[in-house]
Nanobody
Framework: QVQVVESGGGLVQAGGSLRLSCAAS????????MGWFRQAPGKERDFVAA????????YYSESVKGRFTISRDNAKNTVYLQMNSLKAEDTAVYYC??????????????????WGQGTQVTVSS
């Protein structure tokens, strides 16, 4: 079993910044991808960003490219999502997930095995 815990959400004004953290613990393998998704009320859970096990590969949705940065610290089993230039449409619950698969796609929810409970991000306009 793998536990995934997000933190760092909150309320911020448009144009501001937030940094989300996600810690994975338990029966993780030595290499695994991690990703962030978000879900606004009444909408599906959408891909935001993902990072490969060694941090060399990163992926972003078009809506956040250039504003968000994903990174990881494997010594701490933690992934970060730095969110800059936030917009009202970024308001959502942000979920972190762990993918233990090899060669699986990381831009869809089906590519992940474990999920956190989510952290609310609210951007006021």
């Amino acid at each position: 079993q793998v536990q995934v815990v997000e933190s760092g959400g909150g309320l911020v004004q448009a144009g501001g910044s937030l940094r989300l953290s996600c810690a994975a613990s338990g029966r993780t393998r030595s290499s695994y991808a991690m990703g962030w998704f978000r879900q606004a009320p009444g909408k599906e859970r959408d891909f935001v960003a993902a990072i490969g096990w060694n941090g060399d590969s990163t992926y972003y949705s078009e809506s956040v490219k250039g504003r968000f940065t994903i990174s990881r610290d494997n010594a701490k089993n933690t992934v970060y999502l730095q969110m800059n230039s936030l917009k009202a449409e970024d308001t959502a619950v942000y979920y972190c997930a762990v993918s233990l698969g090899v060669g699986t796609t990381v831009v869809v929810t089906a590519g992940y095995d474990y999920w956190g409970q989510g952290t609310q991000v609210t951007v006021s306009s």
